[in-house]
């Protein structure tokens, strides 16, 4: 069976539908596969005629045409379909009361479809898009099924359910005030004290809605989540913005919420959903087209099924790699020559001070830096990069630096392919850019793309590429992993280790995935103090070191899997959490 997908943004039937049309094969009678019913609409690919042998997808100058093969048997469990030629949805998970259900996958592929299902938001169609999506046939399909009852429940008003939206940036464009009176306009339970608490939110009551940070409207949206009556809570990326304690303590009061109602969460922080998850549905597919939601595994399972890219039980490779960690003592020593140092600096901003010990960063070097937000992180990095003067002391540097910020902002008018190939110039066309950058980030796929129509995943991805690919010794990199789902996540971290490695380059990276910061270091530098009022930065320092005092501030203790040797938090006061509390080992055993 094959099934088309038409991006509607990209299509311009003006402009080439003769083309498109002309080297379409007809069949059947000769009708053409792709149809132009009147000559200013927008075409219609015939998804039966079609016999995908990809030609209108190469000739498309615009990318807007994706023919997909899928078996036959799965055309009669579509769950939901947009519409003609639209992404559709395969399948629903099973949500378990007392337990925290999760969904891992890569974006694109349905999963905040499937929130917004679950939450009686969105009625599924089955496949039917040209007729209105009745909600007695979703209660009639799976009548058989535990999700007959659940539905039932949910339309019948039994029970309720509450959805936290991914899009927290978009908060400030939709309601007015300060997070306090926001709080309290949603707080009938009359729980706000104690929401506030939990959260840590008393210090931000009183800020404006227009002026809070990333973290401040993630925990808002989070908060206002909580306080909500409801008997069924779906949370959609609940770590975006927070660093790895305020990601804990998040975590924390969900698994605690999950005893008394049913919980489900989509998570891109893999080393937080093994810890909240008790077990997990992965979705595959492709971005955009279709998405497959596999039978619910336990989170040790499913996540080494990620990393593997491989789903054993479905006999489906979702990934032509796999993600491989290695014991820390089994990595490469740094020996290269000193390439950049500092000693003594301090930084004064408004109400905040820095002090930076001092050290240095080797060639051949990657050294991550971990630490809760506002302590100065990236101050730090500013000031390496040259962004920034250091109030007091001496910062030696002779070489060329590549920075990524942490937020990123373009003004350029043009397209992707227009913006690297003027950053770039001729260096954008060498094989290790392309095959080594580019491609595994899959940035070629945006090349026509306007920048200003990317979302925040691709406008991440196309800013880490630009970063790697120009000509530099030192390459600065603060958040690469904002906004990116698990898989390019990973290959993110990949790509970046890589590119060092096989350049003798540096790199300087800021990060809260610990997964990601495991991956790429040599070295890690850990930023501790006050939030906002002082901070103070410890290193570089070996690995082990790093992990073992960062995470004692955090207050977890970390693992490494049998199978996979990637790092897994340990269940507070499980016997092991203990033993390695009492040994001072919080990174891993052994």
Avoid at 189 to 199: H, I, M, P, T, W
Avoid at 259 to 269: A, C, I, L, P
Avoid at 361 to 379: D, H, P, Q
Avoid at 431 to 437: A, G, M, Q, W, Y
Wanted: include cysteine; charged fraction near 25%; charge should be neutral.
């Amino acid at each position: 069976m094959q099934i088309a997908v038409l991006d509607r943004e990209r299509c311009h039937p003006k402009r080439c539908h003769h083309e498109c049309q002309y080297y379409c094969p007809p069949v059947r009678s000769g009708t053409p596969t792709i149809e132009f019913p009147v000559p200013d609409e927008q075409p219609v690919i015939n998804e039966p005629l079609c016999i995908g042998c990809g030609i209108c997808v190469h000739r498309c100058p615009f990318g807007a045409i994706k023919i997909v093969g899928l078996p036959d048997e799965l055309n009669s469990e579509i769950t939901h379909q947009y519409g003609l030629n639209s992404f559709r949805l395969y399948s629903l998970p099973v949500l378990e009361q007392g337990k925290v259900t999760a969904i891992l996958g890569q974006n694109g592929m349905g999963k905040t479809t499937t929130l917004k299902i679950l939450s009686g938001l969105l009625v599924p169609n089955f496949g039917k898009y040209q007729e209105e999506a009745s909600k007695e046939n979703v209660i009639r399909y799976f009548a058989t099924s535990l999700m007959g009852t659940y539905f039932q429940d949910i339309y019948e008003g039994r029970r309720k359910a509450v959805l936290k939206d991914q899009n927290v940036d978009l908060i400030p464009r939709v309601v007015n005030g300060t997070i306090g009176e926001i709080l309290r306009r949603n707080d009938p339970g009359k729980r706000f004290d104690e929401v506030v608490a939990q959260l840590d939110l008393q210090g931000s009551l009183e800020r404006d809605i227009k002026a809070c940070s990333g973290g401040e409207l993630q925990k808002l949206a989070i908060a206002t989540t909580l306080l909500k009556d409801a008997d069924i809570y779906l949370f959609d990326e609940m770590s975006s913005y927070l660093d790895v304690a305020e990601r804990i303590k998040v975590a924390g009061i969900i698994g605690e919420l999950a005893r008394k109602k049913t919980v489900m969460v989509v998570e891109h922080d893999l080393a937080l959903m093994d810890w909240i998850a008790d077990s997990v549905h992965l979705v595959y597919g492709q971005s955009g087209a279709y998405g497959i939601i596999t039978e619910r595994r336990t989170s040790n399972k499913a996540i080494n099924s990620f990393l593997e890219g491989y789903l054993r039980e479905e006999n489906i490779r979702i990934r032509n790699y796999s993600i491989d960690f290695q014991e820390k003592s089994a990595r490469r020593t740094a020996t290269g020559s000193e390439i950049a140092s500092w000693s003594d600096l301090s930084m004064k901003l408004e109400g905040f001070t820095l002090k930076v010990e001092n050290g240095l960063i080797r060639n051949g070097e990657v050294i991550g830096v971990l630490g809760r937000n506002a302590l100065g992180k990236s101050t730090f990095a500013r000031m390496l990069a040259g962004k920034l003067t250091p109030t007091t002391g001496s910062l030696s540097r002779t070489l060329k630096i590549s920075y990524k910020p942490q937020y990123i902002s373009s003004d350029f008018q043009g397209t992707v392919s227009e913006l690297l190939y003027q950053a770039l110039k001729e260096r954008m066309d060498s094989s290790p850019v392309k095959n080594e950058i580019m491609k595994p980030l899959e940035v070629d796929s945006l090349f026509d793309n306007n920048i200003g129509d990317l979302s925040g995943g691709e406008l991440q991805r196309v800013s880490i590429a630009l970063t790697l690919a120009l000509d530099a010794d030192l390459y600065i990199l603060d958040e690469p992993s904002a906004h990116l789902d698990s898989a390019y996540r990973m290959s993110a971290a990949r790509i970046i280790r890589r590119v060092m490695e096989n350049n003798k380059k540096s790199a300087f990276v800021v990060d809260h995935d610990v997964y990601l910061i495991d991956l790429i270091s040599d070295a890690l530098i850990v930023f501790d103090g006050t939030p906002g009022r002082e901070g103070v930065s410890r290193g570089p320092m070996p690995m082990k070191d790093g992990m073992n005092m960062f995470l004692r501030n955090v207050g977890v203790t970390f693992r490494r899997d049998a199978t996979t040797k990637r790092p897994r938090i340990n269940k507070i006061d499980s016997r092991l959490d203990k033993s390695q509390r009492e040994s001072g080992n919080y990174y891993y055993s052994g």
